[in-house]
């Protein structure tokens, strides 16, 4: 606990904001997941987050965009429900959305171990966002999840 805490106040108070609003949507987003599914989720978290007035982002947005999706993995990670690499990008895209960007989200997998990994990840910009994983070959649209 000593550790998460010396962590937390050595955030900007700017970012413990949007650190706390993380820790408090993504449990909604696996939520959603659960209830609905991932179609329905990301229709829906679309339609929650669209802008009027979409606009390409500039360099510092894209750092900004950076920053966010740094935070939500670590919300993600260590928040009091572990949330997926999916449900970490869902927000992030919904909430780069809501301030008028155009990110992409994507779901992309690899051959791991004999078998396939799967990954989501979010871009703008072109640049993948808090990625240290790149070797995955992204879908042009997801596949179909059987029932």
């Not at 947005?61 to 999706?69: I, M, N, Y």
């Not at 990670?77 to 960007?101: I, P, S, W, Y």
Request: proline letters at 6%; a positive charge; hydrophobic letters at 45%.
């Amino acid at each position: 606990m000593g550790g998460r805490l010396h962590g937390w106040r050595a955030l900007p108070p700017s970012e413990r904001a949007v650190l706390l609003r993380l820790l408090l949507g993504l449990p909604l987003v696996s939520i959603s997941l659960r209830l609905l599914d991932y179609k329905r989720t990301r229709s829906l978290m679309e339609w929650m987050s669209r802008h009027p007035q979409p606009r390409v982002a500039s360099i510092a947005e894209v750092r900004d965009a950076d920053r966010l999706a740094q935070l939500a993995a670590m919300a993600g990670n260590r928040g009091v429900v572990k949330a997926t690499c999916l449900r970490q990008a869902l927000l992030v895209h919904a909430t780069l959305r809501r301030r008028g960007l155009q990110p992409e989200l994507k779901l992309g997998v690899r051959r791991e171990d004999g078998g396939i990994a799967a990954h989501a990840w979010v871009e703008l910009g072109g640049q993948r966002l808090a990625q240290t994983q790149v070797d995955f070959a992204a879908f042009d649209e997801p596949p179909a999840v059987a029932p």
